[in-house]
């Protein structure tokens, strides 16, 4: 285990809902051009009184950081896009307890975290399916390891689960989300395996026609209304051409975009041998658009993330991670 994920476990062990209303508080505190770190750790602490537990400003700004809600630059400390959206649903003054819709806003963060998503997958592979619409897991009929234990706490402190001494129920709908966000990598049946992908197929295709679309508002915000007409989902016509929008750049050139989705607003996803080799092949003109939380895409669309030439990236922005193999009889 890396040290990085090391303290991750380390300090979720020592998260609590208390904990977790600190967050509310933390984002209240924030200015739109930056606060110096120590100032928002002191100003934490000058409002103690509003909370039932003894305040730790610091571990709730590394778990701020962490599920990106604010970012880190030159020592101040700026909101996200998902920060600005948690503070506006923080009641005013922010509570000792975050709101069921807070709770909702986080649990894709969490479930889909790279380091903790096995644990969730893991912990819902645990469940059976109940009566009245409902999932459970019994106590004692089959021993849950450490990560296990940690995912079913996470999900009962966000409201997706409740627990007594003998189970842990789940309501259906809940459990089909998680298993969603986890990319259902135990699915209960071939149903739901067929669902999940349509669902992916579906929200790719959304994600590609939202980057068609932000590339026309693009160019005509530049004056180009000329180009914006021929800006193209290729990968209607053609999924293996090597990216998905043929656009421009203002001056005429070719801009070639792949479009990534993910589920949360961890920079994670596929990329395939002949994407690579296009990219390669094409250098400046080859872009990655990342569109974060694209579930959300209807009614709180974010920016996405604009990546030019990724191949010259890889080794210091990007990390590769082998994981499928081409296997061949000899």
């Given at each position: 285990?890396?040290?990085?994920?090391?303290?991750?476990?380390?300090?979720?062990?020592?998260?609590?809902?208390?904990?977790?209303?600190?967050?509310?508080?933390?984002?209240?505190?924030?200015?739109?051009?930056?606060?110096?770190?120590?100032?928002?750790?002191?100003?934490?602490l000058?409002?103690?009184?509003?909370?039932?537990?003894?305040?730790?400003?610091?571990?709730?700004?590394?778990?701020?950081?962490?599920?990106?809600?604010?970012?880190?630059?030159?020592?101040?400390?700026?909101?996200t896009d998902?920060?600005?959206?948690?503070?506006?649903?923080?009641?005013?003054?922010?509570?000792?307890?975050?709101?069921?819709?807070?709770?909702?806003?986080?649990?894709?963060?969490?479930?889909?975290?790279?380091?903790?998503?096995?644990?969730?997958?893991?912990?819902m592979?645990?469940?059976?399916?109940?009566?009245?619409?409902?999932?459970?897991?019994?106590?004692?009929?089959?021993?849950?390891?450490?990560?296990?234990?940690?995912?079913?706490?996470l999900?009962?402190?966000?409201?997706?689960?409740?627990?007594?001494?003998?189970?842990?129920?789940?309501?259906?709908?809940?459990?089909?989300?998680?298993?969603?966000?986890?990319?259902?990598?135990?699915?209960?049946?071939?149903?739901?395996?067929?669902?999940?992908?349509?669902?992916?197929?579906?929200?790719?295709?959304?994600?590609?026609?939202?980057?068609?679309?932000?590339?026309?508002?693009?160019?005509?915000?530049?004056?180009?209304?000329?180009?914006?007409?021929?800006?193209?989902?290729?990968?209607?016509?053609?999924?293996?051409?090597?990216?998905?929008?043929?656009?421009?750049?203002?001056?005429?050139?070719?801009?070639?975009?792949?479009?990534?989705?993910?589920?949360?607003?961890?920079?994670?996803?596929?990329?395939?041998?002949?994407?690579?080799?296009?990219?390669?092949?094409?250098?400046?003109?080859?872009?990655?658009?990342?569109v974060?939380?694209s579930?959300?895409?209807?009614?709180?669309?974010?920016?996405?993330i604009?990546?030019?030439?990724?191949?010259?990236?890889?080794?210091?922005?990007?990390q590769?991670?082998?994981?499928?193999?081409?296997?061949?009889?000899?």
């Amino acid at each position: 285990m890396s040290p990085q994920n090391e303290e991750l476990l380390s300090n979720l062990r020592a998260f609590d809902s208390g904990l977790l209303g600190e967050l509310g508080l933390l984002l209240e505190l924030l200015s739109e051009h930056g606060t110096p770190k120590e100032i928002v750790i002191r100003s934490m602490l000058e409002r103690a009184a509003r909370f039932d537990h003894v305040l730790q400003p610091r571990l709730s700004s590394w778990f701020a950081a962490e599920f990106k809600f604010v970012r880190e630059s030159e020592g101040l400390v700026l909101p996200t896009d998902l920060g600005r959206r948690m503070a506006m649903l923080c009641p005013v003054p922010s509570r000792n307890r975050l709101t069921h819709a807070q709770c909702q806003l986080l649990v894709p963060e969490l479930v889909c975290h790279p380091d903790l998503r096995e644990y969730f997958a893991a912990a819902m592979g645990t469940m059976a399916a109940s009566a009245d619409a409902v999932l459970v897991y019994h106590v004692g009929t089959r021993r849950l390891d450490e990560g296990q234990q940690l995912a079913f706490r996470l999900l009962q402190m966000l409201g997706c689960c409740r627990s007594s001494p003998k189970c842990i129920e789940m309501d259906e709908a809940e459990a089909r989300r998680i298993r969603i966000l986890t990319g259902v990598i135990n699915p209960p049946s071939e149903e739901e395996l067929w669902e999940s992908m349509l669902e992916r197929s579906l929200r790719g295709k959304a994600a590609e026609e939202y980057v068609a679309e932000y590339e026309r508002r693009r160019l005509k915000a530049a004056g180009r209304d000329d180009l914006a007409g021929f800006v193209e989902r290729v990968s209607e016509k053609d999924p293996g051409a090597g990216f998905d929008i043929r656009s421009f750049d203002v001056d005429g050139t070719a801009r070639y975009v792949e479009v990534k989705s993910t589920l949360s607003m961890n920079v994670v996803f596929y990329w395939s041998s002949s994407e690579m080799r296009f990219a390669e092949r094409n250098g400046a003109a080859y872009w990655i658009y990342v569109v974060l939380r694209s579930q959300e895409l209807v009614d709180a669309p974010l920016e996405p993330i604009k990546m030019q030439n990724p191949i010259a990236l890889v080794g210091s922005e990007l990390q590769l991670e082998a994981v499928d193999y081409l296997v061949r009889r000899m």
